[in-house]
């Protein structure tokens, strides 16, 4: 399994950008697709997370500015992030993970930078 993530870049405050992440490969069909970030000298944080049935989790912190979405036919999940703070920087990474049976996976991507900065 492969995650492509694109989209980070270098943004005022308050301004958006939209994160994307292809997954390919063998995927299990129920599965949960999910955004990470993390800052220097800080641990990797769930950002949101949305699964095959739609049901989304927003971390408290992006609540009312970041929302995730996926297009279950393309295998690609997006995370819209708009009022941007210069908190919100750091490296985003996108997650693939499911349970079937007696077995499970968790696949990351390559990350991508996001800079809140004037």
């Known amino acids: 399994v492969q995650l492509q993530a694109s989209g980070g870049g270098l943004v005022q405050p308050g301004g958006s950008l939209r994160l994307s992440c292809a997954a390919s490969?063998?995927?299990?069909?129920?599965?949960?697709m999910g955004w990470y970030r993390q800052a220097p000298g800080n641990e990797r944080e769930l950002v949101a997370s949305?699964?095959?049935?739609?049901?989304?989790n927003h971390v408290d912190s992006v609540k009312g500015r970041f929302t995730i979405t996926r297009d279950i036919a393309k295998n690609t999940v997006y995370l819209q992030m708009n009022s941007l703070k210069p908190e919100d920087t750091a490296v985003y990474y996108c997650?693939?993970?499911?349970?079937?049976?007696?077995?499970?996976?968790?696949?990351w991507g390559q990350g991508t930078q996001v800079t809140v900065s004037s």
């Open positions: 997650n693939i993970q499911w349970t079937y049976g007696w077995t499970s996976a968790n696949y």
């Open positions: 490969g063998s995927i299990f069909g129920r599965n949960i």
């Open positions: 949305i699964t095959t049935g739609g049901a989304t």
